[in-house]
């Protein structure tokens, strides 16, 4: 056995992989919100664990969006085309006491995110992520 096994090498990187100071950590669904932002946070299990999947997938796709959200939710003016209202049965979700509009996100050519921004409380709530074409839009 080498006298050095296992010496040198820190506990968070792995194998053949350095981190990178520049890196940051993706962060989750619920993270904290600066006092003038908007606070993200997950509808219901299901919504969480499905952002978790997809922040594993595509942790800058996910970040930059959870940045958007937080920031400016109901602007459309970066992509017109990749942020609507849902229509029809989809337009609106009871959330608690309160029927919110319900939005939905491209955030790639298949992939959707959905969320309803409450302006009252400055909270968006997260319903669905599906980085595969959602079949209720269909």
Do not use: F
Request: contains cysteine; proline residues 8%.
């Amino acid at each position: 056995m080498s006298p050095d096994k296992g010496k040198g090498r820190s506990s968070s990187t792995r194998r053949g992989h350095q981190a990178r100071p520049s890196e940051r950590p993706a962060q989750p669904i619920d993270a904290r919100a600066r006092s003038s932002e908007w606070t993200v946070k997950p509808a219901s299990e299901q919504a969480r664990k499905q952002w978790l999947q997809a922040l594993a997938a595509e942790p800058e796709l996910m970040d930059a969006e959870r940045t958007r959200l937080r920031t400016r939710p109901l602007d459309r003016s970066a992509n017109p085309r990749r942020t609507a209202r849902l229509k029809g049965g989809l337009a609106t979700r009871t959330i608690g006491d309160k029927t919110l509009p319900q939005w939905q996100q491209e955030l790639t050519s298949a992939g959707r995110l959905w969320y309803c921004p409450d302006k009252q409380t400055r909270t968006v709530w997260v319903t669905k992520v599906d980085l595969q074409h959602p079949k209720a839009t269909d």
